[in-house]
């Protein structure tokens, strides 16, 4: 079955850098487009980066220019290099797959703060 498994949150003060992994299996990585999102407590969850299978990439307004998604495919691994961290940026950060149907992974917080 499909699993995401998201690591590298964490503590990380205005201005720091982190990135996070997302490791993929149950699939067939290569073909699917891999996404990013978060959750910000008490708000609704929000796209952040995309990539396709052949790694075009699209960002959300907010962290243009700031956030990397890249892959991985011999890894079946999606990253996301974040820099520049604000403290907006503060929420759980989720990996996304949609072969059918949407499968998420289990998240990794992001804390910004000094």
């Known amino acids: 079955q499909v699993q995401l498994v998201e690591s590298g949150g964490g503590l990380v003060q205005p201005g720091g850098s982190l990135r996070l992994s997302c490791a993929a299996s149950?699939?067939?990585?290569?073909?699917?487009?891999m996404r990013w999102y978060r959750q910000a407590p008490g708000k609704e969850r929000e796209l952040v980066a995309t990539i396709t299978n052949a790694g075009s990439t699209s960002y959300a307004d907010s962290v243009k220019g700031r956030f990397t998604i890249s892959r991985d495919n011999a890894k079946n691994t999606v990253y996301l290099q974040m820099n520049s961290l604000k403290p907006d940026g503060t929420a759980v950060y989720y990996c996304?797959?949609?072969?059918?149907?949407?499968?998420w992974g289990q998240g990794t917080q992001v804390t910004v703060s000094s």
């Open positions: 996304n797959v949609r072969p059918v149907h949407d499968y």
């Open positions: 149950g699939f067939t990585f290569p073909r699917y487009f």
